[in-house]
Nanobody, 111 residues
């Protein structure tokens, strides 16, 4: 079973930055859009951002001025650059390609 691999999470203070990475094994990455989702404790997983095969980004309104989604097809990797992080950004971040998911990477933002 192919699984995506996220990394880059951590603990930062409000106003800090993190860059998440998602590696997509195999050959599907270049032909697929990729999305990031976030799940806070006790809440449903929610969509954050999507990047198409043509690298067109779509962002949730609450993050569009702070987060940037990008992809590097040569590295089979997508990124979520997060700036000016706030406590409400705390959660586990997952990447998704087609029906595939990663194990998630934890982001903790303290005030």
């Amino acid at each position: 079973q192919v699984q995506l691999v996220e990394s880059g999470g951590g603990s930062v203070q409000a106003g800090g930055s993190l860059r998440l990475s998602c590696v997509v094994p195999g050959t599907i990455f270049s032909d697929s859009g990729l999305s990031w989702y976030m799940q806070s404790p006790g809440k449903q997983r929610k969509w954050v951002a999507t990047i198409t095969t043509a690298s067109v980004p779509y962002m949730k309104d609450s993050v569009k001025d702070r987060f940037t989604i990008s992809r590097d097809n040569a590295k089979n990797t997508a990124y979520l650059q997060m700036e000016n992080l706030q406590p409400e950004d705390t959660g586990v971040y997952y990447c998704n390609v087609r029906s595939l998911w990663g194990q998630g990477t934890q982001v903790n933002v303290s005030s």
